[in-house]
């Protein structure tokens, strides 16, 4: 059968395929949470700075952020990796594909989650702040130590979501040819001439993938889930 002349011959380049998808799909949730978690803070400052600079700062700042998500959420993971990949080699930055494959996930990870901790942050009780500022904290302090955690928890199962839909959407970057997953069924299909039953195979482990990792997610999230310092407010 085709199948087994598939699984035979390629089974060691579906395995690396495998392991390119989870690098980029790990990484870039990680960096991209990172990334989400500084700009979602900013996204989320209501209060107006006393000098003209600062609200200068954070007006132009959180305008750029807005920018930033809009332009990377309403383009293709695609057509970003293709110009993250030739445009900055172009211009002298001769980054392996990997490295622009990790960059673009990164970046567009950071895209989505922005407005997801936004929201997280925006969903903690406003109480919580002014128990932390009445105990001595600044607010840097205030909000690692106290607003984020809680903002993470409650939007835990958005970024355990967004995880999943990389692992997916990481396909995309045959274009600049990592040798991840579906890159490496492509190459099966037209080794052998069968493009049907090379996709079937890489539909199954997809399927697996996600499958088993939105397990592990939900045991997580019952289980373990996150320790927020939670200060209990008079008000």
């Not at 128990?131 to 607010?139: F, H, V």
């Not at 199954?204 to 997580?220: A, P």
Request: proline share 2%; aromatic share 10%; glycine share 6%.
């Amino acid at each position: 059968m085709v199948y087994i002349r598939i699984l035979e011959n390629f089974w060691e380049a579906f395995l690396l395929g495998i392991g390119y998808t989870l690098l980029l799909s790990l990484v870039g949730t990680v960096v991209g949470l990172v990334i989400a978690l500084v700009l979602g803070v900013v996204r989320s400052i209501k209060t107006t700075p006393q000098t003209k600079l600062s609200r200068f700062l954070l007006k132009g700042g959180q305008a750029l952020i807005q920018l930033y998500v809009t332009v990377i959420r309403g383009t293709p993971m695609m057509v970003q990796a293709m110009i993250f990949y030739y445009v900055f080699r172009r211009i002298g930055l001769l980054w392996t594909p990997l490295e622009a494959g990790l960059f673009t996930v990164s970046v567009n990870t950071g895209a989505y989650l922005t407005e997801v901790v936004k929201n997280g942050i925006e969903s903690v009780p406003k109480g919580q702040e002014e128990a932390a500022k009445s105990l001595g904290m600044n607010r840097f302090k205030a909000m690692s130590l106290v607003i984020l955690p809680q903002a993470i928890k409650t939007q835990m199962a958005s970024i355990g979501n967004e995880f999943i839909i990389n692992i997916k959407d990481t396909s995309v970057l045959n274009v600049i040819m990592i040798s991840e997953l579906y890159y490496v069924a492509e190459d099966a299909a037209m080794r052998y001439s069968s493009f049907l039953e090379a996709m079937l195979i890489a539909a199954v482990i997809y399927l697996f993938l996600t499958y088993t990792t939105s397990k592990v997610l939900k045991i997580f999230e019952n289980k373990l889930g996150v320790k927020a310092l939670e200060i209990v407010s008079s008000n």
